[in-house]
């Protein structure tokens, strides 16, 4: 009993600092508003979460659906890219070295340098987003599943031999289960690397979304809205990890 009061209460301690320091930092910051004022000045995104009144000035959660849509289209894009990409890594040293510095190079390259690449290529926005999401996103993908393949021990591979088990049969008794955690943990990664970056592409592109929202309502001085994005981001980020955290523990249970 006491330990599920504990989950309960400890969380909301720490949501409660949060708004102490903030409510402080409000009153000794110039243009910060402080929790009272961002509820009063946002509460209409809130109440009418659904609602539509214009392009950008629309209910948070209509918002976030958008910037959602695009992140699951670019997320199962790059995943469906990086998947079997670790998996061929893992397997074969040759490959490893041929594309490992390409991988190297690629990696840390930020979303503000891909996107405008993508617009180049695509000459749409809406592509181009799904382009930068997938090609940043991926790389946790392919490295855990790389790093999951390279961690069975040989004795898995033996045991496959002596059983005569086929490549797909060899995949799919051995490889497969034996990785499936390592390629979660890259999956829950590359979900929240492509939450991020859908934002900054919204940003960049004004599309509509939580991103580009944020954007307008900072060019419009509003500052109580950007607080709400703000908190829509980190709420929204917080619940896809548990989310994919959730799926991974019932497929570790089957």
């Known amino acids: 009993m006491r330990e599920r009061i504990s989950h309960i209460l400890l969380p909301l301690g720490g949501v409660a600092l949060l708004l102490v320091i903030w409510a402080a930092l409000s009153a000794n910051v110039k243009d ?8 009063q000045d946002s509460k209409i995104y809130i109440l009418e979460p659904f609602e539509k009144r214009g392009e950008m000035d629309q209910g948070i ?3 976030a659906s958008y910037s959602l849509l695009r992140v699951a289209k670019g997320f199962l894009l790059g995943i469906i890219l990086a998947t079997p990409l670790g998996f061929l890594l893992g397997l074969s040293k040759t490959l490893h070295r041929m594309l490992d510095p390409v991988i190297q190079v690629l990696r840390p390259i930020s979303p503000l340098a891909w996107l405008p690449l993508g617009l180049i ?4 926005s809406e592509p181009a987003a ?8 991926m790389w946790p993908t392919v490295l855990n599943t790389m790093a999951g393949v390279r961690a069975i021990p040989q004795e898995y591979h033996n ?9 797909v ?9 034996a990785t499936l955690p390592n390629v979660f943990t890259g999956y829950r990664l590359s979900l929240g690397i492509a939450w991020l970056v859908i934002v900054a592409s919204e940003m960049l592109t004004g599309t509509p979304g939580i991103g580009g929202f944020l954007w307008q309502e900072y060019n419009s001085l509003i500052y109580a809205h950007i607080l709400l994005c703000i908190l829509t981001i980190g709420i929204v980020g917080f619940l896809l990890d548990r989310m994919m955290g959730f799926v991974e523990m019932r497929l570790r249970s089957v």
């Open 159 to 167: 045991i496959a031999k002596v059983l005569r088990l086929s490549r």
């Open 121 to 124: 290529v695509f000459q749409k």
């Open 32 to 39: 910060l508003p402080s929790p009272l004022q961002t509820w």
């Open 61 to 63: 959660l209509r918002l």
């Open 169 to 177: 049969q060899t995949f799919t008794k051995v490889l497969l289960p």
């Open 130 to 137: 799904l382009f930068t999401i997938a090609l940043c996103s």
